[in-house]
């Protein structure tokens, strides 16, 4: 077992006064791909933002530690500087915001151990160019603005484009599958499997399989009303397929 | 007479504004010249200051200045390049020299005292690039004339700075005669110093065929009053206004924006973009007209408020006046803060709020500003108006 890289430990949280996570508990290791699961309004979407300190998410119980620090008060920039990263379900668009400024911008922020890493003009275009091709994405993209009237699939892309530049030691994505035809979830699956090595964590929320047929998780979770009620190896999420989540919340 | 309350009280003067300090000052210009600054000066004196009755005056409050402070008017310092210097043959009196569509008591005083006015005359068929940049003292009256002859083409940019934050006056008049076919794209930067009552009009008239975008940007001032109209008086005449606004602290920009559509088959697009921090206060009234057989008029007005601060206040306000039909008029305005999930985003790649604000607000005047011209000669253009408009907006991190 490598690394612990993220431990989420009895974490309580909020959002609006209404209690959306109670008391989850998840640990992730480096070289380790985590799936999420869960139906609708379970609190998926609600643990990976309150993970990042979405300023909605209010902990009112618990911690997240990240790296061996406790990243739970910390605000939303400094965690994304030590290596964590969302991939949104819904990324907005940042009107007259070009994709390769926010992303010039956004690697201009990365720490390697506390220390501001300089990127010259040309390691970011040829890193740039790489991983584009990687994910099949062409140069019109760069001029147009940050999700700006972008499809389903092309935020998507976007996203992970973003977590290939930025090498976070841990991604959270979120229902990075949907909205996907079968092509673009082999690719965006194809640069998961890549992207996921021996030294960084990735954890997965999903409501389908679908994508479970691309990635190969070690671990899922199956999340029911703001509490992990299962637990398991790939061979839950097929479970899943037939048992459904709420006989399974009904027998946990 | 006026009834108490209704009215600005007079702005109270220093003795630099007197006929005498006028003659004094103007001694050696041509009489002809002389006597153009003298009966302007007698229109100063017997016009009534703006009254808060007028409509147009009724969002601005002229109180808070005093000018007894002043003690030189004029004595700005003009640079420019690719225009003239008007004012000394006085054949081209008639001619040269911008004319107010309506005179007001700021637009007398900009007439009495003007210095270093700039002519920028293109003729039939040439191309033209002017700048004209004009750093002011602590009162300082700009007058621009911009005339582009049949089928011509120019850019003219025209910066107003001042780095003073004493309490000053900027009283400036821009006319833009646009002939037939002719193309023209006007950018003005204001960035006047923070003590600074700025009154401000900027007139345009474009004949058939001709095509005109206006690039206004306010940065600076602790008052602006800027009136923007345009009269497109022949067939076919195409305008494009877009304004970039930023204010701070307890900064006023009221800017009146007039299209008059006179002429069939004439189309206009208006697109106002404001930022405001602090407790800045902004008023943008976008007037379009559409006259009596200006029949296949295409207009449309947007402007967009984003706001800072909770302090921070916006007020848009949008009129059509169209006497014919068959046209095609609209308009758009929207007031609203910081989007939260787009800081949101933006932080989660790792910027600082104050990072993630700027972008933010970058983003917010981008559509606007890149209709300023660049590349060539004019490349610093727009990196000069985006900094301007964000050295007034940035400097502060949220949370931090």
Same mark, same amino acid.
């Given at each position: 077992m490598g690394e612990t890289i993220l431990t989420i430990d009895d974490l309580h949280v909020q959002v609006e006064g209404k209690p959306i996570l109670r008391g989850v508990n998840l640990e992730v290791h480096a070289g380790e791909i985590h799936a999420v699961m869960g139906p609708n309004g379970a609190g998926k979407s609600t643990l990976v933002q309150a993970v990042l300190g979405h300023p909605r998410c209010e902990v009112t119980g618990g911690r997240i530690v990240f790296l061996g620090t406790?990243? %739970? #008060?910390?605000?939303c920039d400094e965690r994304a500087r030590r290596g964590l990263f969302l991939g949104f379900q819904n990324p907005v668009a940042v009107p007259g915001v070009s994709v390769a400024n926010f992303l010039l911008a956004a690697m201009g922020t990365r720490r390697v151990d506390g220390q501001p890493q300089k990127i010259s003009i040309k390691e970011f275009r040829t890193a740039l160019k790489e991983k584009m091709a990687q994910l099949g994405i062409g140069d019109s993209f760069l001029g147009?603005?940050?999700?700006? #009237?972008?499809?389903g699939g092309e935020r998507k892309r976007l996203e992970v484009l973003q977590m290939l530049m930025l090498g976070p030691t841990m991604a959270l994505l979120d229902? %990075?599958?949907? #909205?996907?035809d079968i092509d673009a979830l082999k690719t965006v699956a194809g640069a998961v499997n890549r992207y996921a090595g021996s030294s960084v964590g990735v954890l997965l929320v999903t409501h389908y399989q679908r994508l479970l047929g691309f990635v190969k998780p070690h671990r899922v979770h199956v999340l029911v009303d703001g509490c992990v009620v299962r637990r398991g190896g790939p061979d839950l999420a097929l479970d899943l397929e037939s048992v459904g989540y709420e006989q399974l919340a009904a027998e946990a | 007479m006026t009834m108490p309350g209704t009215t600005h009280m007079p702005i109270p003067l220093g003795s630099a504004f007197s006929r005498e300090a006028l003659e004094a000052r103007f001694r050696d210009e041509p009489d002809w010249l002389k006597t153009r600054r003298r009966l302007a000066w007698e229109r100063f004196e017997s016009s009534p200051w703006p009254s808060r009755a007028d409509e147009e005056w009724r969002r601005t409050d002229l109180a808070r200045l005093d000018y007894r402070g002043i003690a030189r008017l004029g004595g700005g310092q003009t640079t420019m390049d690719g225009a003239a210097l008007f004012g000394h043959a006085p054949e081209s009196c008639e001619q040269a020299g911008p004319r107010p569509s309506r005179e007001t008591k700021f637009t007398a005083l900009n007439e009495a005292f003007a210095e270093a006015e700039a002519l920028v005359h293109v003729a039939p068929g040439a191309t033209r690039l002017a700048s004209i940049v004009r750093r002011g003292g602590e009162a300082f009256f700009p007058r621009t004339l911009v005339v582009l002859e049949e089928r011509s083409e120019a850019v003219v940019v025209e910066v107003e700075e001042d780095d003073s934050c004493r309490s000053g006056l900027c009283s400036g008049l821009a006319e833009l005669r646009v002939g037939p076919g002719a193309k023209l794209t006007y950018v003005r930067v204001q960035v006047l110093g923070e003590g600074v009552g700025n009154f401000d009009t900027i007139q345009a008239t474009l004949k058939a065929g001709s095509d005109v975008t206006l690039v206004v940007a306010n940065a600076g001032g602790q008052l602006t009053k800027q009136f923007v109209e345009a009269s497109l008086v022949g067939e076919g005449a195409r305008l494009g206004l877009f304004g970039l606004t930023a204010g701070a602290r307890s900064q006023h920009h009221d800017i009146q924006a007039t299209i008059v559509h006179a002429a069939p088959s004439t189309t206009s697009d208006v697109l106002y973009r404001t930022a405001l921090r602090g407790r800045a206060r902004s008023v943008f009234v976008g007037t379009i007209q559409v006259k009596k057989g200006a029949s296949k008029t295409d207009a449309y007005e947007a402007s967009r408020n984003l706001l800072l601060s909770k302090e921070a206040r916006a007020d848009s306000i949008p009129r059509l006046e169209i006497e014919t039909d068959d046209v095609r008029c609209g308009h758009a305005s929207a007031t609203g803060p910081l989007d939260e999930e787009q800081l949101f985003y933006l932080m989660s790649r790792g910027l600082t709020a104050g990072e993630a604000e700027n972008l933010i607000v970058e983003g917010f005047f981008a559509d606007a500003l890149t209709r300023a011209p660049g590349g060539g000669e004019l490349g610093w253009v727009p990196d000069f108006v985006r900094g301007s408009l964000m050295r007034v907006l940035e400097g502060r991190d949220r949370h931090g």
């Open positions: 406790d990243v %739970t #008060g910390m605000k147009r603005s940050v999700n700006d #009237g972008f499809s229902e %990075t599958d949907s #909205g996907l | -």
